[in-house]
């Protein structure tokens, strides 16, 4: 198995050309292998401890300038899966910030997400070369880093060094902080926060979300198409453009629900429908993209199946990720585990999505291109149908002369928690945030933990909107007031322009259509910790009063949205466990084998399925996905383990399953 690979090359590089100890697992303690990359230092004093002072200042001008040693890090981005389109801030205020209070900065050259391998594989070509960074990112959802002793256990050194972020986690998550990573009691990473009103309010319940509408994007259950509103024209000359939907957001400052739902998808037949309508009016208009054909929908982005499943799969059946999931689920109805992929339900979807690759309404072609080769397709209009975070750019579309853009279409179908429920549950903080590798020495880890509590300060939460005081982006009234002094980056930072000022100064302005493809780090502060775009005290919920601002067309995204008119039914009690494989990983480890396999099973046998030529073919194909998920471990006799271990371990878990009721 894959995992057991890893470990012999770990062993490997650990016993530096010793096959003696290759039984044994090093110590928590241990330093890294000769091989791992230490990170570049620059001489100077020794450790100096800020934790007293930087919740005091206003901002991080305040701060004195950094004398001790300038550590030069590695970073790793383990959910990436290549990027293609490299950003570079030319006038950025950040970084060069955190060097000059902190004493960090980060190697761009020597920083990395998978480069299209999925995470396990890269985990290995790691494994194999020694070649440690010495932070990363999403990458502790599988155990090998934690047990092989290669990351720093944090649980002891957060509520010395990071004051701010143990009192804030304490708070909102204190079962996280209680049973720590696959309930070890130990936390080895720094989480981060989103940005969206589902959240803010947990974080913050008092928040006013009347003023907080204007500084988030809605939380969507619902999620929504991106369809090219001239081919949308072309199926239903009623519905709005991109630009009358902006219009008439200057016209009037809001939606009714008939606006926001002006094309009629009221069920999931009716999706199918609308996606061979696309099909049709494309091949009857002979359109094209500069001689290229223009595909109805993509099946696949090059990666995994996750957009596929989670962004439009669920909502085509009225349900949102949070209720649903194609790995493990809990059937309410039944009140079993289910193997989620093995199901009829499944099986039937699967056959819907065959049959559209067969008709040429999904596109075969996407099932094997790579993320590269899918992202130019995707970024050219070649896709007339877009969905979750991948679809383009229409200020790019703009710049190449495009006649169109994309327009949201929702999903007008009612939410579906009858089988699957959405549990009001904390999140996971153990699993995806901010790690330290065992690279870094020991005596400069406290140096980079005091910097990742700044981004839990107010200031160092303004620090990411703003800049310091310094840079002379912003004036600051008697009240403390801020108002940028650059009117194009008001016009991005307030308004949502989509003008690249954010990029230029390398600042979070989470600008729809643009924010995912700058999440590589270490380029963009919001991808490490603290919270998104600033949290409560983004400018335009903190600084400007935007219910008395004069409108701006790209305040539309606030108010064209499902989300003011389908609203989410949350579940409670909530288990600490959630249903999902990753869960059950340190009780069943038959669930962490078969994960360490996704590959196979998902990125070989399941575009298999999708692309199966016959009917004959799908049944082969389905049977040897199921065969490939038992071989790397998951049985039905997995599931049986699942709820022994919620009997036996966490009686309350399997309570809270079988009694949760709707809260909301």
């Not at 130019?376 to 229409?394: D, I, L």
């Not at 790690?435 to 700044?454: C, G, M, S, W």
């Not at 990753?582 to 396999?597: I, K, R, T, Y």
Request: glycine share 8%.
């Amino acid at each position: 198995m894959l995992k057991k690979f890893i470990a012999l090359l770990l062993c490997l590089i650990f016993a530096a050309g010793s096959l003696a100890g290759c039984g044994n697992k090093p110590a928590a303690t241990e330093k890294p292998a000769a091989s791992a990359t230490a990170p570049a230092t620059t001489d100077g004093g020794g450790f100096t401890d800020l934790t007293g002072l930087i919740g005091k200042v206003s901002d991080s001008s305040d701060l004195p300038d950094w004398t001790g040693k300038t550590l030069t890090l590695s970073h790793w981005y383990g959910h990436g899966s290549g990027d293609t389109k490299y950003h570079k801030a030319s006038d950025d205020v950040y970084w060069p910030e955190i060097k000059r209070a902190f004493g960090i900065e980060f190697d761009i050259a020597k920083s990395f997400d998978n480069g299209g391998m999925d995470y396990e594989t890269k985990l290995t070509t790691l494994a194999a070369t020694g070649d440690w960074p010495n932070t990363g990112h999403s990458v502790t959802a599988n155990s090998d880093l934690v047990d092989e002793g290669l990351l720093y256990d944090l649980t002891d050194l957060l509520p010395v060094y990071m004051p701010n972020y143990w009192a804030f986690i304490n708070k909102n998550q204190p079962n996280g902080t209680k049973n720590g990573f696959r309930n070890s009691g130990r936390i080895y990473c720094v989480n981060w926060f989103n940005n969206n009103s589902k959240d803010m309010m947990i974080y913050y319940p008092d928040i006013d979300m009347d003023r907080y509408q204007y500084a988030n994007k809605p939380y969507e259950w619902s999620f929504p198409l991106y369809v090219r509103d001239d081919i949308l024209k072309l199926i239903y000359p009623e519905a709005k453009s991109q630009q009358e939907i902006e219009d008439l957001f200057m016209e009037q400052g809001y939606f009714t629900r008939e606006q926001v739902y002006d094309v009629p998808i009221k069920s999931k037949q009716d999706a199918v429908d609308f996606l061979y309508k696309v099909r049709d009016v494309i091949a009857e208009n002979n359109i094209t993209e500069g001689g290229r054909p223009v595909n109805t929908i993509y099946m696949s982005y090059g990666f995994d199946l996750w957009p596929l499943m989670m962004y439009f799969f669920a909502p085509l059946q009225g349900m949102s990720p949070d209720n649903w999931n194609y790995f493990t689920t809990f059937n309410d109805k039944t009140k079993k585990f289910e193997r989620q992929f093995a199901t009829d339900f499944f099986k039937g979807e699967m056959r819907l999505f065959n049959q559209l690759v067969r008709d040429g309404v999904g596109a075969e072609e996407s099932l094997i291109d790579t993320t590269e080769i899918f992202e130019n397709k995707m970024r050219n209009g070649e896709y007339a149908v877009c969905y979750t975070w991948w679809y383009p750019n229409n200020e790019d579309l703009k710049a190449m002369g495009k006649t169109y853009q994309y327009r949201k279409v929702y999903f007008d179908m009612p939410e579906d928690v009858s089988t699957y429920l959405n549990y009001q549950i904390e999140y996971d903080i153990n699993t995806g945030g901010f790690v330290i590798f065992k690279t870094v020495a020991e005596e400069d880890v406290p140096q980079i933990l005091q910097y990742l509590d700044f981004l839990f300060t107010d200031a160092g939460m303004r620090l990411q909107v703003w800049g310091p005081r310094s840079a002379g982006l912003f004036t600051e009234d008697a009240n403390g007031l801020r108002k940028y002094t650059d009117p194009e980056l008001e016009a991005c930072m307030v308004f949502g322009a989509n003008n690249d000022m954010d990029l230029k100064y390398n600042l979070s302005s989470g600008i729809e259509g643009v924010e995912w493809e700058r999440w590589f780090p270490p380029q963009f502060p919001q991808i490490h910790v603290g919270f998104r775009k600033a949290g409560i005290l983004n400018p335009i919920y903190n600084d400007y009063d935007m219910t008395k601002a004069e409108r701006q067309p790209e305040g539309y995204v606030s108010f064209f949205s499902s989300a003011l008119y389908q609203k989410q039914t949350l579940f409670a009690p909530a288990p600490g466990r959630t249903p999902w494989p990753w869960s059950f990983f340190d009780v069943v480890p038959e669930l962490d084998q078969w994960w360490g396999a996704r590959d196979g099973w998902e990125n070989d046998a399941m575009i298999r399925i999708m692309a199966a030529r016959s009917d004959e073919e799908f049944e082969q194909y389905f049977d040897r996905m199921i065969q490939m998920c038992e071989d790397a471990g998951f049985t039905e006799e997995v599931l049986d383990k699942m709820e022994q271990a919620l009997k036996d371990n966490a009686p309350e878990d399997w309570a809270a399953y079988m009694g949760a009721v709707p809260i909301n």
